[in-house]
């Protein structure tokens, strides 16, 4: 059985995808960015008159992702204890690498129990 499902209290996907899709035992997500669900906006994004990126907030924005996963866990009858594996992508690493793992220790505090990861 191979099902679709899409997350209310999640942002809407960007293309034509669903939020994750349950193959068996096994649930994959989509990439789930810190849009928030109600505006729509990346959360953390300041722009300037023109529209260009001036700043972002990492911090937040890795907040609002994680709020984001677990919309799609909890609409999947999944949990935050449940994932194995998590990737990320990060756009600059050097200034965003040590932000995003406090975050990360913060939601994920024992090594032991925390799923896989690639950044």
């Given at each position: 059985?191979?099902?679709?499902?899409?997350?209310?209290?999640?942002?809407?996907?960007?293309?034509?995808?669903?939020?994750?899709?349950?193959?068996?035992?096994?649930?994959?997500?989509?990439?789930?960015?810190?849009?928030?669900?109600?505006?729509?906006?990346?959360?953390?994004?300041?722009?300037?008159?023109?529209?260009?990126?001036?700043?972002?907030?990492i911090d937040s924005q890795v907040?609002?992702?994680?709020?984001?996963?677990?919309?799609?866990?909890?609409?999947?009858?999944?949990?935050?204890?449940?994932?194995?594996?998590?990737?990320?992508?990060?756009?600059?690493?050097?200034?965003?690498?040590?932000?995003?793992?406090?975050?990360?220790?913060?939601?994920?505090?024992?090594?032991?129990?925390?799923?896989?990861?690639?950044?």
């Amino acid at each position: 059985m191979n099902d679709a499902i899409h997350a209310d209290l999640a942002p809407k996907a960007v293309g034509s995808y669903p939020h994750a899709r349950r193959s068996g035992n096994l649930l994959f997500l989509s990439g789930i960015g810190p849009r928030d669900a109600a505006t729509d906006a990346i959360l953390g994004n300041v722009h300037d008159a023109e529209g260009r990126l001036i700043s972002y907030d990492i911090d937040s924005q890795v907040r609002a992702v994680f709020a984001n996963v677990r919309a799609v866990l909890a609409a999947s009858g999944a949990g935050w204890e449940d994932l194995v594996d998590v990737t990320v992508y990060l756009t600059d690493m050097a200034r965003d690498f040590r932000i995003y793992n406090q975050v990360w220790a913060e939601y994920f505090p024992d090594p032991a129990t925390a799923p896989c990861r690639t950044t």
